[in-house]
């Protein structure tokens, strides 16, 4: 090798380390909030804009999938709130200082950001006529007799969190008994009357719009919710410069900031990665340049039918056996029955959480939860299509001397095929419907543009997800009507046409 | 070649047939005959290995009828239901040739076969590409016969094969399977209700009632010597041509 191939292979070499090194991949999660996907959307930008290959995994769910995310290694960062690190994640009240945190958190391979400068805390608030009229200026003032018949109406997770209504109840001895709704449509819940107060978030674009007021923590009682980056330790090792560009982030965004983005995103329905941009570019000066995006439409179209493709014909391979053996071994049936029962009986959002237990966010919980929920009506269908076979049908195989396996395959899956088909059918059709709650773990697909609508009260997003899912639905319904005749034979058909 | 030996069977308590030793004389006609419930299908069923009876053994060609070998057994015997128990998703052909060709014969020879036993039950050649639903009574009946002979079995069981036909249709149809019979030489074993149709076909006519043989004999000799009561007033019971619902003389 001459001494110019060397260095030449050298170079290659060194180009070639270099450009690994230039483009490490991060992978950018969020929590199904607006704000948080607002800065999810903010570090992948960033990311990008420093030479990584950023990928965003957007509205993941709730706290606990977003962290177990983080902690696997399924995401490198993500937006998080100190208080909730304390009492949540971490449950130890005794980290007081952010030090401390930091400390608990590097036991784990993982660090956070100093933070970025708001505070979303939690707040109780109610629109400031109501609160004029009754008095309120402080939750102090809530726990006064004459105020004991307010409707409180919370959050899911402000009903569970240890610092949220349970520590709350006894720190101001309220003596309400709250209901349980969605964040998103707590603010209609007040605006139609239905409820006299709910629980917010100190950054919350609404609290503007709808005019509310916050009532008083007089007693000290929310920690402190600090907004931080919380990041695997490695991604300071991999992808230093985004690290350094992240750390540019700290205390520059500040409550009016994070209230202003989160109205433009939230009531004037401005994109999500727009909102980020134009912060990155009015406060870092930065000189953003927006990825073109796929159709949105398409993609979440084909990862829908992914979704669905997927589970049904593992689905269809599971249980038309399972509905052999149950025809062939009643009393194996009623178990099997049984089994597939109660699995349809499971909520979704329940198989979702199991399932990310053991499998990573993205499309794959979801596909194994819409595969348990094919299973129901594809066993069911196999078993009555064989059990409604005539019995003088059943004899004649048998006197024929055909062997049971050339009955099956021969005589009764033949027989049956109508059933099983339709079995598959509704099955698909359940599918396509169900495939929508999928973006809870980032599963992508229609439900994505519904969950997000639903935050953002915004009904034309919420149909452009739930829209062609319906048609997709009729699509699939229609398509199979079309696959009847390729499936079922022909004589079975001249048969029921006469029947 | 195909015997009973001390066979009973009882459902629920009622004994449907009584111990029963009984045999079939090759190239022979049989015809089991009686009232609903005496017993002459269950007998069938034995025979086919469809019912298990409670004692006693079923004999063919010298080998004892057992599970492990019955369904090789089914193989050398023809069964008939009424209407032919055809397959519905399955062409006439298909149907005919479903087991031949599960034993691995190829389309032609199917076909070939399928075609000598059409011309023999008189099944019209295009009724071959049919579907069940599209074909009469009649030829799903004669397509029935055919798929029993497809493998050429030494013994072919009937149960009620003209059962769903009307009166025309059955007086071809009888008129053809008596030929048929005679041509091959086959064992045959029917069960009917129908006075008529066992004088028609049976060289040999046992008449069963409450679960047991209560007379054996050719149709004449049931008419001229009935054994008992019983026999007597189920022959009056029939509307024979010449006797006319005549009293049977004792």
Redesign the interface.
Same mark, same amino acid.
């Given at each position: 090798m001459s001494a110019a191939t060397r260095s030449l292979a050298l170079a290659l070499l060194a180009g070639g380390i270099a450009a690994a090194q230039e483009a490490p991949l991060v992978r950018v999660g969020s929590k199904a909030s607006i704000e948080n996907e607002i800065l999810g959307e903010m570090v992948t930008l960033l990311a990008r804009h420093h030479g990584a290959k950023a990928q965003h995994r957007a509205a993941l769910g709730g706290t606990q999938i977003v962290f177990q995310a983080l902690s696997r290694g399924d995401i490198d960062v993500y937006p998080e709130y100190t208080g909730t690190l304390t009492a949540e994640i971490l449950q130890d009240q005794s980290l007081r200082t952010d030090d401390e945190l930091r400390a608990a958190l590097a036991s784990r391979g993982l660090a956070m950001t100093r933070p970025l400068g708001f505070n979303n805390t939690y707040a109780l608030g109610l629109p400031e006529a109501a609160a004029e009229r009754l008095g309120l200026e402080s939750i102090s003032d809530l726990a006064k007799a004459e105020h004991a018949g307010l409707r409180l109406g919370f959050s899911e997770e402000f009903m569970n969190r240890s610092d949220g209504w349970p520590g709350l109840k006894d720190a101001y001895r309220l003596p309400h008994r709250p209901k349980t709704l969605d964040h998103s449509l707590a603010y209609r819940g007040l605006a139609a009357g239905s409820i006299d107060v709910t629980d917010l978030y100190s950054t919350d674009s609404e609290i503007k719009y709808h005019k509310l007021r916050l009532l008083a923590d007089d007693h000290g009682y929310f920690p402190e919710y600090h907004c931080v980056l919380l990041h695997r330790n490695d991604l300071a090792v991999r992808a230093p410069a985004v690290m350094a560009a992240l750390v540019r982030l700290e205390g520059a965004i500040d409550n009016s900031a994070m209230s202003e983005m989160n109205t433009r995103r939230k009531i004037d329905h401005v994109g999500g990665r727009q909102v980020a941009a134009d912060f990155l570019e009015s406060r870092l000066k930065l000189d953003i340049e927006l990825p073109r995006e796929p159709n949105p439409l398409w993609a979440a179209t084909r990862r829908h039918l992914l979704l669905v493709g997927i589970s049904l014909a593992a689905a269809v391979l599971v249980a038309v056996p399972l509905g052999i053996w149950s025809y062939k071994w009643p009393k194996l049936g009623h178990g099997i029955m049984a089994l597939v029962g109660i699995v349809q009986t499971l909520p979704s959002m329940a198989v979702l959480a199991v399932m990310l237990t053991f499998l990573p966010i993205g499309p794959a919980p979801a596909i194994v939860a819409l595969f348990f929920y094919s299973l129901l009506p594809i066993v069911r269908s196999t078993l009555t299509g064989l059990k409604e076979i005539p019995n003088h049908l059943k004899e004649s195989a048998i006197v024929l001397g055909l062997s049971p396996r050339a009955r099956l395959w021969r005589v009764e899956l033949p027989m049956a095929s109508r059933s099983i088909l339709s079995g598959i059918k509704t099955a698909a059709v359940i599918n396509v419907g169900t495939a929508t709650i999928g973006s809870l773990v980032g599963a992508g697909g229609y439900g994505d543009a519904i969950l997000a609508g639903i935050r953002l009260i915004d009904i034309p997003l919420i149909l452009q997800g739930a829209v062609p899912a319906a048609v997709l639905a009729l699509v699939v319904q229609f398509g199979f009507d079309l696959l009847e005749p390729l499936i079922v034979p022909k004589g079975l058909r001249l048969a029921a046409g006469k029947g | 070649m195909l015997e009973l030996i001390d066979v009973a069977k009882s459902f629920g308590g009622t004994q449907v047939l009584q111990p029963t030793t009984l045999r079939f004389e090759r190239g022979k006609t049989t015809v089991l005959i009686g009232p609903s419930g005496c017993g002459k299908s269950t007998l069938l069923r034995i025979i =086919? #290995?469809?019912v298990e009876p409670d004692q006693g053994q079923v004999v063919f060609d010298g080998q004892k009828l057992t599970p492990a070998n019955i369904?090789?057994? $089914? $193989?050398k =015997?023809g069964?008939v239901?009424?209407d032919g #128990?055809?397959?519905?998703?399955?062409?006439a052909i298909d149907n005919v040739g479903?087991?031949a060709r599960?034993l691995g014969w190829s389309k032609l020879e199917v076909q070939k076969q399928a075609e000598k036993l059409a011309e023999l039950t008189r099944l019209p050649h295009e009724a071959l590409a049919k579907?069940?639903?599209?074909l009469s009574g009649g030829q799903r009946q004669r397509l029935g016969i055919m $798929?029993a002979l497809m493998l050429d079995p030494a013994v072919i069981l009937l149960d009620e094969p003209m059962g769903a036909l009307d009166p025309l249709v059955r007086y071809d149809l009888q008129e053809d399977l008596r030929k048929i019979f005679q041509s091959l030489g086959k064992t045959v074993v029917m069960v009917t209700h129908d006075m008529g149709e066992a004088g028609f076909f049976g060289d040999r006519v046992l008449l069963l009632g409450g679960g047991r043989i209560v007379q054996d004999g050719t149709l004449d000799e049931l008419i001229a010597a009935p054994a008992d009561d019983f026999v007597r007033r189920f022959i009056s019971a029939q509307r024979l041509p010449g006797l006319n619902g005549k009293e049977v003389p004792a």
């Amino acid at each position: 090798m001459s001494a110019a191939t060397r260095s030449l292979a050298l170079a290659l070499l060194a180009g070639g380390i270099a450009a690994a090194q230039e483009a490490p991949l991060v992978r950018v999660g969020s929590k199904a909030s607006i704000e948080n996907e607002i800065l999810g959307e903010m570090v992948t930008l960033l990311a990008r804009h420093h030479g990584a290959k950023a990928q965003h995994r957007a509205a993941l769910g709730g706290t606990q999938i977003v962290f177990q995310a983080l902690s696997r290694g399924d995401i490198d960062v993500y937006p998080e709130y100190t208080g909730t690190l304390t009492a949540e994640i971490l449950q130890d009240q005794s980290l007081r200082t952010d030090d401390e945190l930091r400390a608990a958190l590097a036991s784990r391979g993982l660090a956070m950001t100093r933070p970025l400068g708001f505070n979303n805390t939690y707040a109780l608030g109610l629109p400031e006529a109501a609160a004029e009229r009754l008095g309120l200026e402080s939750i102090s003032d809530l726990a006064k007799a004459e105020h004991a018949g307010l409707r409180l109406g919370f959050s899911e997770e402000f009903m569970n969190r240890s610092d949220g209504w349970p520590g709350l109840k006894d720190a101001y001895r309220l003596p309400h008994r709250p209901k349980t709704l969605d964040h998103s449509l707590a603010y209609r819940g007040l605006a139609a009357g239905s409820i006299d107060v709910t629980d917010l978030y100190s950054t919350d674009s609404e609290i503007k719009y709808h005019k509310l007021r916050l009532l008083a923590d007089d007693h000290g009682y929310f920690p402190e919710y600090h907004c931080v980056l919380l990041h695997r330790n490695d991604l300071a090792v991999r992808a230093p410069a985004v690290m350094a560009a992240l750390v540019r982030l700290e205390g520059a965004i500040d409550n009016s900031a994070m209230s202003e983005m989160n109205t433009r995103r939230k009531i004037d329905h401005v994109g999500g990665r727009q909102v980020a941009a134009d912060f990155l570019e009015s406060r870092l000066k930065l000189d953003i340049e927006l990825p073109r995006e796929p159709n949105p439409l398409w993609a979440a179209t084909r990862r829908h039918l992914l979704l669905v493709g997927i589970s049904l014909a593992a689905a269809v391979l599971v249980a038309v056996p399972l509905g052999i053996w149950s025809y062939k071994w009643p009393k194996l049936g009623h178990g099997i029955m049984a089994l597939v029962g109660i699995v349809q009986t499971l909520p979704s959002m329940a198989v979702l959480a199991v399932m990310l237990t053991f499998l990573p966010i993205g499309p794959a919980p979801a596909i194994v939860a819409l595969f348990f929920y094919s299973l129901l009506p594809i066993v069911r269908s196999t078993l009555t299509g064989l059990k409604e076979i005539p019995n003088h049908l059943k004899e004649s195989a048998i006197v024929l001397g055909l062997s049971p396996r050339a009955r099956l395959w021969r005589v009764e899956l033949p027989m049956a095929s109508r059933s099983i088909l339709s079995g598959i059918k509704t099955a698909a059709v359940i599918n396509v419907g169900t495939a929508t709650i999928g973006s809870l773990v980032g599963a992508g697909g229609y439900g994505d543009a519904i969950l997000a609508g639903i935050r953002l009260i915004d009904i034309p997003l919420i149909l452009q997800g739930a829209v062609p899912a319906a048609v997709l639905a009729l699509v699939v319904q229609f398509g199979f009507d079309l696959l009847e005749p390729l499936i079922v034979p022909k004589g079975l058909r001249l048969a029921a046409g006469k029947g | 070649m195909l015997e009973l030996i001390d066979v009973a069977k009882s459902f629920g308590g009622t004994q449907v047939l009584q111990p029963t030793t009984l045999r079939f004389e090759r190239g022979k006609t049989t015809v089991l005959i009686g009232p609903s419930g005496c017993g002459k299908s269950t007998l069938l069923r034995i025979i =086919i #290995g469809l019912v298990e009876p409670d004692q006693g053994q079923v004999v063919f060609d010298g080998q004892k009828l057992t599970p492990a070998n019955i369904m090789l057994m $089914r $193989r050398k =015997i023809g069964y008939v239901i009424q209407d032919g #128990g055809l397959f519905p998703h399955l062409s006439a052909i298909d149907n005919v040739g479903l087991l031949a060709r599960h034993l691995g014969w190829s389309k032609l020879e199917v076909q070939k076969q399928a075609e000598k036993l059409a011309e023999l039950t008189r099944l019209p050649h295009e009724a071959l590409a049919k579907y069940p639903a599209q074909l009469s009574g009649g030829q799903r009946q004669r397509l029935g016969i055919m $798929r029993a002979l497809m493998l050429d079995p030494a013994v072919i069981l009937l149960d009620e094969p003209m059962g769903a036909l009307d009166p025309l249709v059955r007086y071809d149809l009888q008129e053809d399977l008596r030929k048929i019979f005679q041509s091959l030489g086959k064992t045959v074993v029917m069960v009917t209700h129908d006075m008529g149709e066992a004088g028609f076909f049976g060289d040999r006519v046992l008449l069963l009632g409450g679960g047991r043989i209560v007379q054996d004999g050719t149709l004449d000799e049931l008419i001229a010597a009935p054994a008992d009561d019983f026999v007597r007033r189920f022959i009056s019971a029939q509307r024979l041509p010449g006797l006319n619902g005549k009293e049977v003389p004792a």
